[in-house]
């Protein structure tokens, strides 16, 4: 298949020699693709705004910036409303719809800007030194709601200075709090004035406004200890006079409070009732009348998001992973009925929004070989349609073939995965294979776009001639629950069983050359890459990231304390057994494959030190290893150098190894 030149790898700063490839799909291209973060649609339907993410070189870094564009809701009139070279992001109508309100950091932080929709420039509406978390518009549109960080007070600022600066652990926190911003009102300065509501010492995550602008109902941490941040409580707050009342307060998180159009009646999103990560998840009714709690229906996978109310309150609709697929329900407020609101539907839904009134979604749409836009859909009937065309130089790139496989594994469970054809595939001959493994362990591979942008190029080893498999072994999301339970204390076991048979299921169609095989994954897929390292020498390469490598030292000091817990049932010093049998460093005698380490210096979901502790066990072992540590990255790069130097690394290092190319490093 002839391939198309595409614009040049000097576009990020690279010299040529430094460039593998000048394919349609090397990391140097995809980076470049743009993005889209937020589709909004007008509360008359009429119009839809959203912000657009794209590569740019500012005094000469490399940084994504958004901007903000608006179109009529069929694709036509499409303007840009904002400029420059600082970031615009999160923009929502006024509910009158002749203003938007955004967040940009023109100032140096993320503070609230408003913008009349007739013409002319942004107004400034807050300059806080935290920036704003998120907000929302009360319903007459002269008071805006906002989340903030509490700011560094002054005698920290001195203690910084004289180097007096010392804490102790997780007993003073800055909280997120709730504040009231009111647009007819001015302070001092001439700009709006800002009163604060929430004064407990409790995180807020998510809040909502009622129907008369008297109450705002808001899920926070169930106690000042950042622990707690998790297992939210849900109260609400009269903006007036401050009274307080107590929604949801049970021992498990709630979450997304979101009042009925009536005022009568409050929905949420409720986690398990164990409070076991990746368990149970449902949608609740609060009557504020009676104080009745009412659950609505199941949905097959368990909603994982509360979306709103329908337009005339009889409902309300979430959205949920469906094996590779996203699917929208409507649950009825009696609790009697589920619908799937996108049957048949192909691809991956992302922020999914109701607009003011409940008429139209605003959504993102991908799959395997479209990239993703924004698109819109009446509330009525899912009926998606298309609303910006962001990059459309890639409509006439060759994209790699991706499908559906299943296969039975070793206890006659049958497993999900997709896989991507070598770009030139022809049948008959056979191929290197890379198996890919997500994170999780409630992760899930969906139909997303296989050019885009992350640290791990798949189109371009597909470009090259590679297969890739992704499966979603048990433990995954978007199956039910019970498969998604089916790893509890088995990290490890049945899931690397999944895996593997996942991997003799493509040798035996003749796809594959079990000589030429790889494996790579991050954080769950970086613990799973390390198991099947020091399980079998099958593979002749790895790429690892932010790897889960010991199970005790992870679970005590992440910042997710009752994770590792929930999966294994008991704490560590309850069980240190069932923590050292599931670790990957126990087996890294066994280890005889070159690996590729990545890891973010200031990851604190899977701590730096999980990787080195690999890398040094590695190397005094004498396994060929290369340990790629990213400054500043959190757990997965996202700045653009950190992202591109990922995605090289991983595809130079698969090459070497699986095709006996020249090391780029």
């Known amino acids: 298949m002839k391939r198309i030149s595409l614009i040049s790898l000097l576009i990020l700063g690279l010299s040529s020699a430094n460039a593998q490839t000048k394919n349609n799909w090397s990391p140097e291209q995809t980076i470049t693709h743009k993005g889209i973060s937020t589709v909004r649609v007008s509360p008359d339907g009429k119009k839809v705004v959203y912000a657009v993410k794209e590569l740019k070189t500012i005094e000469g870094k490399n940084e994504f910036i958004s901007h903000l564009f608006i179109s009529d809701n069929n694709n036509a009139n499409s303007i840009q409303l904002t400029h420059g070279e600082k970031n615009n992001l999160n923009p929502k109508w006024s509910p009158d ?3 938007i309100a955004f967040v940009s950091n023109r100032d140096g932080k993320n503070n609230l800007y408003l913008l009349k929709i ?73 700009m709006p004035q800002i009163t ?60 997304q409070p979101l009042f009925s159009p009536d005022g009568n009646s409050i929905a949420y999103y409720n986690l398990d009732e164990k409070g076991i990560w990746g368990g149970t998840t449902s949608v609740k009714i609060f009557a504020l009348k009676d104080g009745s709690v009412k659950t609505l229906s199941d949905t097959p996978n368990g909603p994982s998001e509360l979306i709103g109310w329908s337009s005339d309150g009889k409902s309300v609709f979430t959205i949920e992973s469906f094996h590779t697929s996203s699917r929208i329900f409507r649950l009825s407020n009696d609790g009697k009925q589920a619908i799937e609101w996108n049957t048949g539907m192909k691809g991956v839904l992302g922020g999914l929004e109701l607009n003011y009134n409940g008429t139209h979604f605003g959504f993102m749409l991908q799959n395997t070989v479209m990239p993703q836009d ?15 065309n962001i990059n459309p130089e890639l409509a006439a790139l060759p994209v ?62 597909a470009e090259n001639d590679i297969f890739i498999l992704r499966p979603n072994p048990r433990g995954s999301n978007g199956y039910g629950l019970k498969f998604r339970e089916a790893n509890h204390r088995d990290w490890g076991g049945g899931d690397y069983k ?18 030429k095989m790889g494996v790579m994954g991050w954080s769950y897929g970086g613990f799973m890459s390390s198991w099947v ?59 005889k494959t070159p690996v590729l380490l990545q890891h973010g210096e200031a990851d604190i979901r899977v701590p730096f030190s999980q990787g080195l502790m690999y890398y040094n066990a590695l190397k005094r072992r004498g ?38 190319k020249e090391l780029g490093f």
């Open 97 to 99: 719809g002749k203003h």
């Open 118 to 190: 007739g013409g002319g420039e942004a107004e400034s509406l807050t300059k806080l030194k935290t920036g704003i978390n998120d907000f929302k518009w009360s319903t007459k549109g002269n008071q805006i709601a906002f989340t903030s960080a509490d700011s560094e007070t002054e005698e920290e600022g001195g203690n910084k200075k004289s180097g007096n600066d010392w804490y102790f652990m997780n007993e003073k926190f800055k909280q997120g709090r709730l504040h009231l911003l009111h647009l007819n009102k001015k302070d001092n300065n001439g």
């Open 196 to 255: 604060a509501l929430s004064k407990d010492n409790r995180h807020i995550n998510s809040f909502s406004w009622s129907p008369d602008d008297q109450w705002i109902a808001y899920a926070h941490a169930a106690s000042a200890g950042v622990e707690d941040n998790v297992f939210c409580d849900i109260s609400m707050i009269n903006v007036n006079s401050g009274e307080l009342k107590v929604i949801a307060n049970t021992p498990v998180g709630e979450n």
């Open 374 to 388: 924004g698109y819109i859909s009446s509330s009525s009937s899912f009926s998606p349609q298309k609303i910006s």
């Open 400 to 461: 790699p073939k991706t499908e559906l496989i299943k296969w039975k594994s070793y206890d006659g469970m049958e497993i999900e995965g997709l896989l991507t054809y070598p770009l030139n595939y022809e049948a008959g001959k056979k191929y290197p294979f890379i198996l890919n493994i997500h994170g999780g362990p409630a992760g899930v591979f969906s139909e997303n776009f296989i050019a885009g942008s992350a640290v791990y190029p798949l189109a371009a080893l």
């Open 498 to 515: 999944d895996l593997m048979a996942g991997v003799d299921y493509v040798i035996s169609k003749g796809w594959v050359d079990p000589d």
């Open 533 to 591: 390292v020091g399980h079998t020498n099958r593979f002749k390469v790895a790429s690892i990231g932010a790897p889960v490598v010991d199970l005790v030292t992870q679970d005590l000091t992440d910042d997710i304390p009752s994770f590792l817990p929930s999966y294994m049932v008991k704490q560590p010093y309850e069980d240190w057994a069932v923590y050292d049998e599931h670790s990957p460093l126990r087996f890294v005698q066994n280890v």
């Open 623 to 660: 396994v060929p290893v290369r340990f790629l540590v990213l400054p500043r990255q959190p757990h997965g790069p996202v700045e653009p150098a950190m992202i591109l130097k990922s995605a090289q690394t991983t595809l130079s290092w698969m090459l070497h190894y699986l095709k006996g």
